[in-house]
Nanobody, 127 residues
Framework: QVQLVESGGGLVQSGGSLRLSCAVS????????MGWFRQAPGKEREFLSAISRVSIGTYYADSVKGRFTISRDNARNTMYLQMNSLKPEDTAVYYCAAAGIGTSWNDVIGGYGYSYWGQGTQVTVSS
């Protein structure tokens, strides 16, 4: 079983930055493509970004492209999401997820095939 724990959320002013972390345990971290999602109150879960197992490939949704950067450190079993130029509409609970082994890259960047999830961390951006 894979366990994921997010951290780094908080309250920030519009235009500010936050760095989210996702610590993974239980299995070999480098075996899993990873992704970030978010869910705002009253809205559906939104897929934001993905990273391949050894960081060769990354993907960003249009809503965060150019502002957010996904990365991972396989030696530390941790994935990151650097969020810059934050906007009030970025306010949401942010979740990290691990794709099931064998999930195609097309599915990973489509937000599908994620088998393991963290509990989420709240990000609030004030105007």
């Amino acid at each position: 079983q894979v366990q994921l724990v997010e951290s780094g959320g908080g309250l920030v002013q519009s235009g500010g930055s936050l760095r989210l972390s996702c610590a993974v345990s239980g299995r070999t971290f480098s075996n899993y493509a990873m992704g970030w999602f978010r869910q705002a109150p009253g809205k559906e879960r939104e897929f934001l970004s993905a990273i391949s197992r050894v960081s060769i490939g990354t993907y960003y949704a249009d809503s965060v492209k150019g502002r957010f950067t996904i990365s991972r450190d396989n030696a530390r079993n941790t994935m990151y999401l650097q969020m810059n130029s934050l906007k009030p509409e970025d306010t949401a609970v942010y979740y990290c997820a691990a794709a099931g082994i064998g999930t195609s890259w097309n599915d990973v960047i489509g937000g599908y095939g994620y088998s393991y999830w963290g509990q989420g961390t709240q990000v609030t951006v004030s105007s």
